[in-house]
């Protein structure tokens, strides 16, 4: 078993430390400007992302990252709010969707400026172009080995 250098330890601390504070510092400004928790504008998103702007309940877990249970729980949050509604459909009923409600779509386009100005805030402006791309590259590469069940191929 490969045993990582301290380098490689730095970098993988570096970025859970990154990615905790830049979403701490999202939460907060989101809710100083009194807007939808991240979570949820996070699955409002996906849903009006998706085709018809619905989703089954396993489709929207795997687009956010949260658990089944915590998609379901947050999924009945949205309904009480208005946001969402639960559909079943004729076909199959046993699968349940989510579905964007009108009210869905206003909270997450009103919660988008602060999110944007965030993103650009404490991630993006952070980077020069050359680095921007360089991540941007490894990001993807490392997402495409996830998604296909192995490891990230050599630059």
Known sequence: MKRLKEEELALWRSFVRLHASVIRRIEQDLADDRLIPLTWYDVLVALYQAPNHRLRMGELK?????????????????????????ERT?????STYAVLTREGKRAFLKAWPTYERGIDAYFVSLLDEEEQRVIRSAFERMVAAHDAGGKASEP
Do not use: C, F, K, P
């Open 62 to 86: 795997e687009r956010t990252v949260l658990t089944a249970s915590g998609i379901t729980r947050l999924v009945e949050r949205l309904e009480q709010q208005g946001l969402v509604r639960r």
């Open 90 to 94: 004729e076909s199959d009923r046993r």
